[in-house]
């Protein structure tokens, strides 16, 4: 089944400590995308990547670093620099161009140890 | 900032009844779309409506898109307890990127 997988579902953070979260698909997507949602709010967006080895900083990108060395991956690491990481962070792919969906991992939590 | 804004923050209704949810917007957009999200899941596509569309029919949810008001509309025709979750509308930014902006929701309840 083609999808989007997010690993791990839950994360704690001790305080200093970079983490990484995974973000995996299978859709054959040109373009991957990282949001936070915090409790009872809309997403916003991290970081996005249109195609491989190329990315660029949304709108709360500080304390937060991407890479995109393969079509299928795209981790996220949490620094020590966000000092406010609690939140949920979900994943998304979509196809290049324009009018698309965006289709959705099932999104890791994050927490302050 | 263009992030739409939902209308209500939360909605509680019986089940078979009809659930309307109201999306407005800032900027000129390409297109809108509505997304679901059930607790502590990710966000499931719903349907998408391109600007020059003014009404779209997914099943039983109907959208409809007013440029000119810059305002979205999702009905939910006869309420099923699982269709409880938060919708959200998002909107795309003209910049090539498929970029897309979120509101911060509808809570809907549906009671049994």
């Known amino acids: 089944d083609g999808g989007i997988t997010q690993s791990p579902k839950y994360l704690f953070r001790k305080e200093g400590q970079n983490v990484t979260l995974s973000c995996e698909q299978n859709l054959n997507h040109d373009a991957m995308y990282w949001y936070r949602q915090d409790p009872g709010q809309g997403l916003r967006l991290i970081y996005y990547s249109q195609i491989v080895n190329d990315f660029q900083k949304g709108d709360i990108a500080e304390g937060y670093s991407v890479s995109r060395e393969k079509k299928e991956s795209f981790p996220l690491t949490v620094t020590s620099a966000q000092k406010n990481p609690t939140a949920f962070y979900l994943c998304?792919?979509?196809?290049?161009?324009?009018?698309?969906?965006?289709?959705f991992g099932d999104g890791t939590r994050l927490s302050i140890l | 900032s263009q992030q739409g804004e939902e209308d209500p923050q939360a909605l509680s209704i019986q089940e078979g009844e009809n659930a309307t949810m109201n999306c407005s917007y800032k900027t000129s957009i390409n297109n809108l779309q509505w997304y679901r999200q059930n607790s502590g899941r990710g966000l499931v596509h719903l349907i998408l409506i391109r600007s020059n569309e003014r009404e779209k029919h997914s099943g039983r949810l109907r959208v409809t898109l007013d440029t000119s008001k810059k305002s979205s509309s999702l009905l939910i025709t006869a309420s099923r307890a699982a269709d409880t979750a938060s919708y959200f509308c998002a909107t795309d930014a003209w910049t090539g990127a498929n970029n897309l902006f979120f509101g911060t929701g509808t809570r809907l309840t549906v009671i049994p």
């Open positions: 998304a792919s979509t196809w290049g161009h324009s009018n698309q969906p965006q289709h």
